[in-house]
């Protein structure tokens, strides 16, 4: 929200200088992101005087300026058709850095003639987009004077951050109104009268819609004359960063910035019949003031006549009813929407402007009427014309009801001592209405709370609008009493995510911090995707369904790297994934993916690509720094479809405790995911992993052999059915006291086995 220190102190009576507002402001929860002086970017352009504009000798297009400045007489070369004799211009002297493209003057030769500074045009001022001539100025202007103070670019300007509670304050009367509870400067007074109307409108209005639009006022104004809007009208625009359009168009956009209420003005000569509000049709399209078409479906409110949809309302109007510079006729629509529906219409068309940034975080209800009789007189001051009698359909909602405040719960809440007195004055600066109450337990205040807030719901909403305008400051710091910890605060199962990344991070891997969300492409790669996952309002089109597997969020990532040129990746991330809608259908799983080579050419030592046993190394390095029982586990291959079937296996305890899977991902997977060559890929789920038994509190009896380890070859035949696996497990079996350990070193196949 950007506004300037001269409007602000039209609605705030103060002497407080900018930095003072700005530290005001951000102690109220209003983060100043910066304030602009234009003053002195732009205090090298003075007003000078063309004393001759004479027609230069190499260049047909160009003219050979004279020039009077404060300072003496310059010569400038300049292109601009309307230089002329006597004209009263803007002067930029060498050395001066142009806004509008950031260029350094420096002294030049053009075409053979030697131009000593620059005369300069609204857009290389950065004022607007208009280049065809140079700034032409009043012959009043004095010689000398600057250009900032004489267009009003002189003033400050302050951009703030609004939360998304605090809609009142995306108007410049809502951050007065909470500057002056801050104490800097008193709220001026502001009345709206109502304009007398002299016909009735031939345009009606309705709302067909109740739950979209509670309430549609409008009145039609003819013979306005419409055209650019005033000069002090246009800076203030400028200054914030918006372009005048006309004078018809800028006053809306005075008074959504000025009173947080947007409005709406359409020819009157291109309505169809009555305006009213109403839900889209299904497939219905319409072409905005953007320039776009859009396709709306039945969830989205709009504004139609007989013809069909002329604005989506709330967020954009239609180009079709557009005013412009013929319009003789207007009809001023002022109208309150459902905060919900215009954000979801606003995500679903992705148009992003001032109207929808207001509506979706709650307009005041309680202006609608005053809001149009605000336009009315302003299209009447700025274009004339004749207004009818207001029309009004539907009704605002009710208000909300009084809550209760105990003065008492404030140092407990919040730690500062307000006397009952202080928070009655802040309130009621806010725009509450106050009355105290007596009770046994002593004073309640019932509090009334402005229409223009609809956050404050209760009592802690009412403490903190409190603490927030006495200031975070106040709040004493009080550390926090040691306390002993007899034990670990995390339990076994809590630690096992940060012991899990440890692992994984000391094997070389980088951890990815990915959304649950997937493509329901991809989720489909896992087998059937329960519909309960499916979102119903995704963030992106491309992020529509919960993942049921990790891999796929890492094979995205892999994918993105791949795209910038890094091949060879090895990511890993601790997350849950989920297999349904119930709790238990969520599971926590260390999850990782290879790619490329093991590790980076050297000359010093032969590199390879990644393979499935890389992926077996990293589930078990996970499993055996969660002191997982690996020992008693069988290594097996039936790992899940997504795996390549020959090149991959599982780690289980027991035919249903399945600890990990690992291998090389199938190829269907790997073109799926948009990647090249071998994949390999590991799950490791926590959530199925024994707990660790409790340790005993005295240490066992030292049990060590007096012999020294003997070691043996041994060589088996057994036939191809046999894994690896089963064979250890029949050796370490044979003899459990004797035998600590047994290892496959060699495998021989070939002719005479």
Excluded at 347 to 358: E, L, N, P
Excluded at 685 to 703: G, H, M, N, Q, V
Aim: glycine letters at 8%; proline letters at 7%.
């Amino acid at each position: 929200m950007k506004f300037t220190l001269s409007w602000l102190k039209e609605h705030l009576e103060t002497d407080a200088s900018a930095a003072t507002i700005a530290d005001a402001l951000t102690d109220l929860g209003l983060e100043v992101e910066g304030i602009e002086d234009r003053a002195t970017a732009l205090a090298p352009f003075k007003v000078v005087h063309v004393i001759e504009a004479r027609p230069h000798p190499n260049a047909d297009k160009l003219r050979v300026c004279d020039v009077k400045t404060i300072d003496g007489r310059v010569q400038v070369v300049c292109g601009a058709p309307n230089a002329r004799t006597g004209m009263k211009a803007v002067f930029a002297p060498m050395g001066s850095t142009i806004p509008g493209n950031g260029m350094v003057l420096k002294p030049s030769q053009i075409r053979g003639v030697e131009s000593q500074g620059m005369l300069v045009s609204e857009r290389e001022m950065g004022l607007s987009d208009e280049h065809d001539g140079i700034i032409e100025l009043s012959l009043d202007a004095k010689i000398g004077d600057g250009f900032a103070s004489l267009m009003g670019l002189d003033d400050p300007v302050f951009d703030i951050a609004i939360t998304p509670n605090r809609g009142d304050c995306l108007a410049v009367r809502g951050i007065a109104r909470d500057l002056a509870a801050k104490g800097i400067g008193q709220l001026k007074p502001h009345v709206i009268n109502p304009v007398a109307g002299h016909f009735d409108s031939p345009i009606g209005v309705g709302t067909q819609a109740p739950e979209a639009c509670s309430i549609f006022a409008g009145r039609m104004v003819r013979g306005v004359r419409n055209g650019p809007s005033p000069e002090w009208l246009q800076r203030r625009l400028r200054a914030v960063g918006l372009r005048p359009i006309s004078a018809l168009v800028d006053i809306t956009n005075l008074l959504s910035l000025d009173r947080g209420r947007p409005l709406h003005v359409f020819d009157a000569a291109k309505v169809a019949g009555n305006l009213f509000a109403r839900l889209a049709h299904q497939g219905e399209q319409i072409e905005t003031l953007d320039g776009k078409s859009y396709v709306l479906d039945a969830e989205m409110c709009v504004i139609a006549d007989q013809s069909g949809a002329v604005g989506i309302a709330g967020i954009m109007g239609g180009i079709s009813t557009s005013v412009s510079d013929e319009t003789t006729d207007v009809f001023i629509e002022c109208a309150l929407f459902d905060p919900i529906l215009i954000a979801q219409t606003g995500r679903k068309t992705g148009i992003v402007s001032d109207a929808r940034q207001r509506f979706e975080r709650g307009v005041d209800p309680s202006f609608v009427i005053d809001g149009l009789e605000a336009a009315t007189q302003l299209v009447l001051d700025l274009c004339g014309g004749t207004p009818s009698h207001a029309l009004v359909a539907g009704s605002p909602p009710p208000t909300k009801p009084a809550l209760e405040l105990r003065p008492g719960r404030l140092l407990r809440l919040a730690g500062i001592d307000v006397t009952e007195g202080e928070a009655t004055r802040i309130l009621e600066a806010l725009g509450a209405k106050v009355t105290a109450l007596p009770t046994p337990q002593g004073s309640v205040l019932s509090v009334v709370p402005p229409s223009w807030r609809p956050d404050l719901h209760g009592e802690a909403d009412l403490i903190e609008e409190i603490v927030r305008v006495v200031g975070l400051s106040a709040i004493p710091s009080t550390p926090l009493p040691q306390l002993s910890v007899p034990r670990p605060a995390l339990t076994a199962r809590q630690a096992r995510p940060r012991i899990a990344r440890r692992a994984l991070a000391a094997r070389g891997m980088n951890e990815t911090v990915s959304f649950s969300f997937i493509p329901h492409e991809h989720a489909k790669l896992f087998g059937q995707v329960p519909q309960g996952v499916r979102l119903l309002n995704p963030i992106s089109a491309d992020l529509d369904t919960m993942r049921p597997n990790l891999l796929a969020s890492l094979g995205q990532a892999a994918m993105r790297n791949a795209k910038r040129a890094f091949d060879d990746v090895a990511l890993f991330e601790v997350a849950p994934q989920y297999a349904g809608i119930r709790a238990s259908d969520q599971s926590l799983v260390a999850a990782g993916i290879r790619r490329g080579l093991y590790h980076a050419r050297h000359w010093a030592k032969p590199t390879r690509e990644v393979d499935a046993y890389d992926a077996k190394a990293d589930a078990l390095a996970v499993l055996e720094a969660l002191k997982a029982p690996v020992s008693g586990a069988q290594i097996v291959a039936e790992a899940p479809h997504w795996y390549h079937p020959g090149r991959s296996g599982t780690l289980r305890l027991g035919p249903k405790v399945i600890l990990a899977h690992f291998g090389e991902l199938h190829p269907e997977f790997v073109m799926a995911m948009d990647l090249k060559g071998r994949i390999i890929g590991f799950e490791v789920f926590l959530d199925a992993l024994p707990d660790a038994k409790s340790r005993s509190r005295t240490r066992a009896k030292l049990d060590a052999a007096d012999l020294l380890p003997v070691v043996r070859d041994f060589a088996f035949l057994v036939s191809d059915a046999i894994s690896g696996d089963i064979m250890l497990r029949a050796v370490r079996s044979t003899d459990k006291a004797l035998i600590e350990d047994a290892r496959i070193f060699d495998v021989f196949t070939g002719e005479g086995v």
